[in-house]
């Protein structure tokens, strides 16, 4: 059974850091796009970082470059977020996805964890 399990999250002032982990089994992901999602109350879920698990390449929406750094350690099929400088507009349930690179394959949810940042 593949599983996506996400943890990190927490609540932290504005200005602070946080790292989320996605730990992932069941499969491996040489083949996928792994990357971090969140979605706030009423809004609709956005992207906020991707990292291709071969090659590492990565992709930043505009509102987290320069503060969010996505990660991943093969060994241990863990991809990370590193947050800094967090806003209060960060705040959200932050997600988890593998989505697969060929065609065929099946993609995959985190459950999520919540980041809150106070101002």
């Known amino acids: 059974q593949v599983q996506l399990v996400e943890s990190g999250g927490g609540l932290v002032q504005a200005g602070g850091s946080l790292r989320l982990s996605c730990a992932a089994s069941?499969?491996?992901?040489?083949?996928?796009?792994l990357g971090w999602f969140r979605q706030a109350p009423g809004m609709e879920r956005d992207i906020v970082a991707t990292i291709t698990w071969s090659s590492g390449r990565t992709y930043y929406a505009d509102s987290v470059k320069g503060r969010f750094t996505i990660s991943r350690d093969n060994a241990k099929n863990t991809m990370y977020l590193q947050m800094n400088n967090l806003k209060p507009e960060d705040t959200a349930v932050y997600y988890c996805?593998?989505?697969?690179?060929?065609?065929?394959?099946?993609?995959?949810w985190g459950q999520g964890t919540q980041v809150t940042v106070s101002s």
């Open positions: 069941g499969r491996t992901f040489s083949s996928y796009v």
């Open positions: 996805k593998a989505r697969p690179i060929l065609a065929g394959q099946s993609e995959y």
